[in-house]
């Protein structure tokens, strides 16, 4: 009798967390949004090579763990706004101060298809007014996978 107890508690706990699971991993919109180009690790490193800035919006903690290499930390905050294309801006936070120059190319990152934080920062970018905003939806784990420089 225990052990059925047991069982039923365990299916009962797993179904649980699969179904909030499954709302927890959203994933992020396949095309990238308005103004924006989604790109793959050969081309963030084709741009890195010509002096695209890269940009982290992931916690400073998961920057300060490992990043791309040569990327800069500008995270962005979506705690707030909800994991979906036309989530509302005004409730996160992105400080865009490092990345005053409209005018360069930005490649944005974090963790992968179900992280929104460099989707929300490139649509933040590319309704800002600039010009040249890349979206790496595969993202660190990717590039990681890959065996490409980190730091």
């Known amino acids: 009798m225990h052990i059925i107890k047991h069982a039923v508690i365990t299916l009962v706990s797993s179904g649980f967390l ?15 949004p308005a103004g924006v180009k989604l790109i793959e690790a050969k081309a963030v490193q084709e741009l890195q090579a010509k002096g695209a800035v ?8 998961e920057f300060s ?15 707030k706004s909800a994991k979906d294309a ?11 101060s490092k990345i005053a120059d409209k005018s360069k190319e930005y ?3 974090c963790n992968s298809g179900t992280c929104w934080k460099s989707y929300k920062a490139a649509v933040v ?10 979206w790496y939806r595969n993202g ?5 996978a890959r065996k490409l420089p980190t730091e």
């Open 107 to 109: 490649v944005l990152f």
């Open 125 to 134: 970018m590319a309704k800002a007014g600039y010009k040249n905003v890349n």
């Open 140 to 144: 660190f784990p990717d590039w990681k």
């Open 54 to 61: 890269l940009i982290d919006t992931r916690k400073a903690n």
């Open 86 to 96: 036309n989530f509302d801006s005004a409730q996160d936070k992105f400080d865009m």
């Open 65 to 79: 763990d490992a990043t791309i290499k040569g990327a800069i930390s500008v995270p962005y905050d979506p705690e």
């Open 18 to 32: 699969l179904a909030t699971g499954s709302v927890l991993a959203q994933e992020t919109p396949a095309a990238a």
